[in-house]
């Protein structure tokens, strides 16, 4: 019997932080493993969604104790989580990294699931050498037990007892998420929208505080500055671990250099990152996984290995790349007229077979069902978290002296001659390397530093703060607070002491105690706005997402003048659908200046909100004529001009897009969405067809070339097409789905009158039973299914076809031109041709929101029988499982309440007309839609199982379901 639900797998790690690399391993678990009916979960220490909207929102590992026997399985890592230690990190409990893996292998044992390592990295400081009995059964329990460097196998085997298998890291599978295609796409997306001329050579540039190594930032960027320009380079700056501050980093070289960088701080995509990096002549950065995501997709590289972690050395061994490892950033800007002339590099073969056996042994576990628990549980008894409380705590206590607390200065051990600093002397004092000290978790050799100093000065601030710092780094929440409380008693008005009384509070859970102390900083002290970002970013983490933009209300209450307060609210309000708030904000922060990338980009979304379709067709208009060309406002500008029916500026707008950006898949997407002559269609394909040939163009592109060339009559183009993509893991699934559709139609050729160049085509048909109006899509047929190929299983129907395409694109509320001006008048015109055919019975049929127009228009002519294939009743939302992206569509669609536009009170009261709603019973939010129809007898949803599209219409015609439903509306 087939399992009635898919596989879950838990994946483990920090997926609750901003941190690019971290983010990738559960996006690469679901990509390899979907295919084998195997949904990935993301389980993190909080269930804290990141800003990212292309990463998975991870569940807490409470809630995943809770609902432990729901899983078939756990995956522990990547990242470097194999340790005991305690990082002071908003929510995170003293047990947070532990339980990762320690925690996750008790609950796996204790409900008979697989464990499985994904190369995660081990971070070891001053462990015992003992190993402890749960440590011993951890790693027994381990089905695959795989770490990512030799370093890290050698630490554990030492500690644990069993030597982990060594395998790359699996960020490595970026390429395989991600294609190169569909990033070198996006980067040309990208570097549009910063404006970088195409002939300007571009450097993906990845800084990290800690790897200036004390460098003063201005003389650094002088340096960067002088070697861009000896090569005729610019660079996008990349902040690849907001967590550990890099946005701050980049937006400080960014206005210290803006004539040659430019900054992507501000991304909410990790593809923006990903396609930043391999989109670019060549990558310089700190980090691990920005290193292996230039190794992923071939880019010339230097790693600047500051410090020299282990992990930087062992995967720049496996990736062949040990070259690419610098010693500092002077050494990386040297080479930069080397590594721009480089080579493309190709990751060795040995890195994807063992990528593809590690994925097929993840695989093989978990579809061999629950394991016998024959394991001996790592904690006795019935609360494990409590156990890994106590384990952990004596570990910790167990440590050799000096590595597991930080000792209090004013007690600390005498100072040794030669260490002497005195008020004459304080230049001595570093904080750069303090700080250092204190991120890299070696704590007491910051404490040591911080005792010398105050030993001689006791008041000197910055070793108070560094001191407050290291408190929190250690863990002792309170003790911090403490110290900070101190600290603002005696220099209140210092907005340090201010900012390390904040960042205490949250640390010790004390939110409402620091939002408090956060207006009163914002009332009463005077600071940059740099410190502000770094205050409210810290403090926006501990406020729940439902309450940000009351928070942020609060706040821009105190700051009206502030840009970084506007911005944030206005992206806040976005998200959370105030879209008045988000104009309101947006037209403010534009006030001072252009808007970033990011901001300019959401209020071209908002145009129409802020006022009608054609206002906003004239704000785009006015920008081209500005010189604002990028392919997001040009395909922007086509949509708004034929809701507005300004066809003329859409098809302008279309044909420049064609010309600037013919390789950019959204080009493409916009032209199926375009209706042209034939002829014209015919010479678009000509070019489209020799750049398929001969320039490689990504998935993406390719699926929409596919589609094109169908509307266009190249059926041969069109199927190759799709067959090469069949095999693509994105494109794949609704490359195959339209394959076996067209299979199904077969070959017969359209009757004439469908493929005339009209918005309105009527086949007639001698002996008709009846009318079928079909209500073409946004692409103008059913699903991706063009009236031409629609019309093999149409024309052997006994009834006069009516065939519809709305060139407003506005699912037919704009009525369409050759029937009207409006809606009313369409509808009143589509009556009297269904009595000029000589009536009998009226059906009508559309997919998708052209369903939704089949049902309005159904009802308003008094069709017998309405076939909506994944349509919908109401536009309104129907909770949580809906895609955002689909609710704003409706909403720019609808423009107004979409209540008043539910048709259920309409359906029943007009019990003539019957609804067959088909959907996918895969597809959740479609599931959620048809929840409407419940109660009403004239409606019927047929629900094809096991479906897991919203294009429903593709398997209805593979399986003969459609012309079924069709058959039994004319009485077949």
């Given at each position: 019997?087939?399992?009635?639900?898919?596989?879950?797998?838990?994946?483990?790690?920090?997926?609750?932080?901003?941190?690019?690399?971290?983010?990738?391993?559960?996006?690469?678990?679901?990509?390899?493993?979907?295919?084998?009916?195997?949904?990935?979960?993301?389980?993190?220490?909080?269930?804290?969604?990141?800003?990212?909207?292309?990463?998975?929102?991870?569940?807490?590992?409470?809630?995943?104790?809770?609902?432990?026997?729901?899983?078939?399985?756990?995956?522990?890592?990547?990242?470097?989580?194999?340790?005991?230690?305690?990082?002071?990190?908003?929510?995170?409990?003293?047990?947070?990294?532990?339980?990762?893996?320690?925690?996750a292998t008790a609950h796996a044992v204790r409900h008979g699931l697989p464990v499985i390592w994904n190369s995660p990295g081990v971070l070891l400081s001053g462990e015992d050498e003992t190993s402890p009995d749960w440590l011993r059964r951890t790693v027994a329990a381990a089905d695959r037990f795989v770490v990512r460097d030799s370093d890290s196998a050698e630490a554990l085997a030492k500690w644990s007892g069993r030597r982990p298998a060594l395998m790359p890291d699996t960020a490595l599978d970026l390429a395989r998420l991600w294609p190169s295609g569909m990033m070198k796409d996006r980067f040309r997306r990208i570097r549009a929208n910063l404006n970088i001329p195409d002939d300007v050579r571009v450097v993906a540039l990845h800084v990290k505080e800690r790897s200036l190594n004390g460098?003063?930032?201005?003389?650094?960027?002088?340096?960067?500055?002088?070697?861009?320009?000896?090569?005729?380079?610019?660079?996008?700056?990349?902040?690849?671990?907001?967590?550990?501050?890099?946005?701050?980093?980049?937006?400080?070289?960014?206005?210290?250099?803006?004539d040659c960088t430019f900054s992507l701080d501000e991304s909410t995509a990790l593809a923006d990152i990903a396609a930043a990096i391999a989109g670019a002549?060549?990558?310089?950065?700190?980090?691990?996984?920005?290193?292996?995501?230039?190794?992923?997709?071939?880019?010339?590289?230097?790693?600047?290995?500051?410090?020299?972690?282990?992990?930087?050395?062992?995967?720049?061994?496996?990736?062949?790349?040990?070259?690419?490892?610098?010693?500092?950033?002077?050494?990386?800007?040297?080479?930069?007229?080397?590594?721009?002339?480089?080579?493309?590099?190709?990751?060795?073969?040995d890195v994807s077979e063992k990528l593809d056996a590690h994925w097929n042994d993840v695989t093989r576990l978990l579809t061999a069902g629950r394991k016998h628990p024959r394991r001996a549980d790592v904690f006795p008894g019935s609360d494990l978290d409590a156990s890994l409380e106590i384990a952990i705590r004596h570990a910790r206590a167990a440590r050799p002296r000096g590595t597991a607390s930080?000792?209090?200065?004013?007690?600390?051990r005498h100072i040794r001659k030669g260490n002497l600093v005195t008020e004459n002397t304080q230049m001595k004092w570093d904080s750069a390397v303090i700080d250092r000290m204190i991120s890299e978790g070696n704590l007491d050799a910051a404490a040591e530093q911080i005792a010398i100093m105050?030993?001689?000065?006791?008041?000197?601030?910055?070793?108070?703060?560094?001191?407050?710092?290291?408190?929190?780094?250690?863990?002792?929440?309170?003790?911090?607070?403490?110290?900070?409380?101190?600290?603002?008693?005696?220099?209140?008005?210092?907005?340090?002491?201010?900012?390390?009384?904040?960042q205490s509070l949250l640390a010790g859970a004390r939110h409402q105690e620091?939002?408090?102390?956060?207006?009163?900083?914002?009332?009463?002290?005077?600071?940059?706005?740099?410190?502000?970002?770094?205050?409210?970013?810290?403090?926006?983490?501990?406020?729940?997402?439902?309450?940000?933009?009351?928070?942020?209300?609060?706040?821009?209450?105190?700051?009206?003048?502030?840009?970084?307060?506007?911005?944030?609210?206005?992206?806040?309000?976005?998200?959370?659908?105030?879209?008045?708030?988000?104009?309101?904000?947006?037209?403010?922060?534009e006030q001072a200046g252009p808007l970033p990338a990011y901001a300019a980009r959401v209020k071209s979304q908002l145009l129409p909100f802020a006022g009608t379709m054609d206002a906003a067709t004239d704000h785009l208009l006015s920008n081209w004529k500005a010189g604002v060309e990028n392919v997001e406002i040009l395909c922007r500008l086509c949509r708004f001009a034929a809701a507005a029916g300004r066809f003329d500026v859409t098809e302008n707008a279309l044909r420049r897009t064609l010309e600037l950006y013919p390789l950019e898949w959204r080009s493409i997407y916009r032209l199926n969405r375009v209706f042209l002559s034939h002829a014209e269609?015919?010479?678009?394909?000509?070019?489209?067809?020799?750049?398929?040939?001969?320039?490689?163009?990504?998935?993406?592109?390719?699926?929409?070339?596919?589609?094109?060339?169908?509307?266009?009559?190249?059926?041969?183009?069109?199927?190759?097409?799709?067959?090469?993509?069949?095999?693509?893991?994105?494109?794949?699934?609704?490359?195959?789905?339209?394959?076996?559709?067209?299979?199904?139609?077969?070959?017969?050729?359209?009757?004439?009158?469908?493929?005339?160049?009209?918005?309105?085509?009527?086949?007639?048909?001698?002996?008709?039973?009846?009318?079928?109006?079909?209500?073409?899509?946004?692409?103008?047929?059913?699903?991706?299914?063009?009236?031409?190929?629609?019309?093999?299983?149409?024309?052997?129907?006994?009834?006069?076809?009516?065939?519809?395409?709305?060139?407003?694109?506005?699912?037919?509320?704009?009525?369409?031109?050759?029937?009207?001006?409006?809606?009313?008048?369409?509808?009143?015109?589509?009556?009297?041709?269904?009595?000029?055919?000589?009536?009998?019975?009226?059906?009508?049929?559309?997919?998708?929101?052209a369903g939704y127009a089949a049902l309005r228009s159904g009802l308003a002519i008094g069709a017998d029988k309405v076939i909506s294939l994944a349509g919908f009743v109401t536009p309104g939302p129907v909770g949580q499982g809906e895609p955002i992206h689909s609710q704003r569509g409706m909403e720019?669609?609808?423009?107004?309440?979409?209540?008043?536009?539910?048709?259920?009170?309409?359906?029943?009261?007009?019990?003539?007309?019957?609804?067959?709603?088909?959907?996918?019973?895969?597809?959740?939010?479609?599931?959620?839609?048809?929840?409407a129809l419940d109660g009403l007898d004239n409606a019927q949803v047929h629900v094809m199982q096991g479906v897991d599209t919203h294009h429903v219409a593709l398997p209805a015609i593979a399986d003969g379901t459609l012309r079924r439903l069709l058959e039994n509306a004319f009485e077949v």
């Amino acid at each position: 019997m087939p399992r009635a639900l898919p596989r879950r797998l838990a994946i483990f790690g920090t997926f609750d932080v901003e941190n690019y690399g971290d983010l990738l391993f559960p996006l690469i678990a679901q990509q390899r493993l979907s295919a084998a009916g195997i949904e990935v979960v993301a389980v993190s220490p909080t269930a804290n969604a990141t800003r990212y909207n292309d990463a998975l929102s991870p569940i807490s590992q409470t809630e995943f104790a809770r609902n432990a026997d729901r899983f078939d399985g756990v995956l522990i890592g990547g990242g470097n989580i194999i340790h005991t230690n305690e990082f002071a990190l908003p929510n995170y409990t003293a047990t947070a990294y532990p339980a990762l893996w320690v925690g996750a292998t008790a609950h796996a044992v204790r409900h008979g699931l697989p464990v499985i390592w994904n190369s995660p990295g081990v971070l070891l400081s001053g462990e015992d050498e003992t190993s402890p009995d749960w440590l011993r059964r951890t790693v027994a329990a381990a089905d695959r037990f795989v770490v990512r460097d030799s370093d890290s196998a050698e630490a554990l085997a030492k500690w644990s007892g069993r030597r982990p298998a060594l395998m790359p890291d699996t960020a490595l599978d970026l390429a395989r998420l991600w294609p190169s295609g569909m990033m070198k796409d996006r980067f040309r997306r990208i570097r549009a929208n910063l404006n970088i001329p195409d002939d300007v050579r571009v450097v993906a540039l990845h800084v990290k505080e800690r790897s200036l190594n004390g460098l003063d930032l201005t003389a650094f960027t002088k340096s960067l500055s002088a070697a861009l320009r000896d090569n005729g380079a610019v660079a996008i700056l990349l902040a690849i671990g907001r967590c550990h501050g890099d946005h701050r980093v980049a937006q400080s070289i960014h206005h210290l250099a803006p004539d040659c960088t430019f900054s992507l701080d501000e991304s909410t995509a990790l593809a923006d990152i990903a396609a930043a990096i391999a989109g670019a002549n060549a990558y310089l950065g700190a980090s691990l996984h920005g290193h292996i995501t230039a190794a992923a997709y071939g880019v010339a590289s230097r790693l600047v290995a500051v410090p020299a972690l282990y992990k930087f050395m062992g995967q720049a061994t496996q990736m062949n790349r040990m070259g690419d490892v610098v010693c500092s950033w002077a050494e990386a800007l040297e080479a930069l007229t080397k590594v721009l002339t480089q080579s493309s590099q190709p990751l060795p073969q040995d890195v994807s077979e063992k990528l593809d056996a590690h994925w097929n042994d993840v695989t093989r576990l978990l579809t061999a069902g629950r394991k016998h628990p024959r394991r001996a549980d790592v904690f006795p008894g019935s609360d494990l978290d409590a156990s890994l409380e106590i384990a952990i705590r004596h570990a910790r206590a167990a440590r050799p002296r000096g590595t597991a607390s930080m000792p209090d200065p004013l007690h600390a051990r005498h100072i040794r001659k030669g260490n002497l600093v005195t008020e004459n002397t304080q230049m001595k004092w570093d904080s750069a390397v303090i700080d250092r000290m204190i991120s890299e978790g070696n704590l007491d050799a910051a404490a040591e530093q911080i005792a010398i100093m105050l030993g001689q000065v006791p008041d000197f601030l910055p070793a108070r703060l560094a001191e407050v710092r290291a408190t929190l780094a250690q863990g002792d929440a309170a003790r911090a607070i403490e110290l900070a409380a101190d600290l603002s008693s005696k220099r209140p008005e210092n907005s340090w002491v201010w900012l390390a009384n904040l960042q205490s509070l949250l640390a010790g859970a004390r939110h409402q105690e620091a939002i408090t102390l956060f207006l009163d900083g914002l009332n009463r002290l005077e600071f940059d706005e740099s410190l502000m970002i770094t205050a409210l970013n810290d403090l926006l983490t501990s406020v729940p997402p439902k309450q940000q933009v009351s928070f942020l209300k609060s706040v821009h209450a105190q700051r009206p003048e502030s840009t970084v307060v506007q911005l944030r609210l206005a992206m806040r309000a976005y998200a959370s659908g105030d879209r008045g708030l988000a104009i309101d904000m947006l037209d403010r922060a534009e006030q001072a200046g252009p808007l970033p990338a990011y901001a300019a980009r959401v209020k071209s979304q908002l145009l129409p909100f802020a006022g009608t379709m054609d206002a906003a067709t004239d704000h785009l208009l006015s920008n081209w004529k500005a010189g604002v060309e990028n392919v997001e406002i040009l395909c922007r500008l086509c949509r708004f001009a034929a809701a507005a029916g300004r066809f003329d500026v859409t098809e302008n707008a279309l044909r420049r897009t064609l010309e600037l950006y013919p390789l950019e898949w959204r080009s493409i997407y916009r032209l199926n969405r375009v209706f042209l002559s034939h002829a014209e269609d015919a010479a678009i394909f000509q070019q489209l067809a020799v750049l398929d040939a001969t320039q490689k163009p990504g998935a993406n592109w390719r699926l929409q070339f596919a589609l094109f060339a169908l509307r266009a009559g190249q059926e041969d183009f069109g199927r190759a097409a799709l067959e090469g993509l069949a095999g693509d893991d994105a494109t794949g699934p609704t490359a195959r789905s339209l394959l076996a559709a067209l299979d199904a139609l077969g070959a017969a050729a359209p009757r004439a009158p469908v493929i005339a160049d009209a918005h309105v085509r009527v086949v007639e048909k001698a002996d008709a039973r009846g009318t079928l109006i079909v209500f073409g899509g946004f692409l103008g047929g059913l699903s991706h299914v063009n009236d031409r190929y629609l019309d093999a299983l149409l024309a052997k129907l006994p009834a006069n076809i009516v065939y519809l395409r709305d060139p407003y694109a506005r699912v037919y509320l704009n009525g369409i031109p050759d029937l009207g001006s409006d809606e009313h008048q369409m509808q009143s015109a589509l009556l009297r041709l269904v009595a000029e055919l000589g009536g009998g019975r009226l059906i009508t049929m559309g997919g998708s929101a052209a369903g939704y127009a089949a049902l309005r228009s159904g009802l308003a002519i008094g069709a017998d029988k309405v076939i909506s294939l994944a349509g919908f009743v109401t536009p309104g939302p129907v909770g949580q499982g809906e895609p955002i992206h689909s609710q704003r569509g409706m909403e720019e669609l609808f423009e107004t309440d979409l209540d008043t536009f539910d048709l259920c009170a309409a359906l029943a009261a007009q019990p003539k007309t019957r609804l067959i709603q088909v959907i996918g019973g895969a597809y959740a939010p479609d599931v959620a839609r048809a929840q409407a129809l419940d109660g009403l007898d004239n409606a019927q949803v047929h629900v094809m199982q096991g479906v897991d599209t919203h294009h429903v219409a593709l398997p209805a015609i593979a399986d003969g379901t459609l012309r079924r439903l069709l058959e039994n509306a004319f009485e077949v």
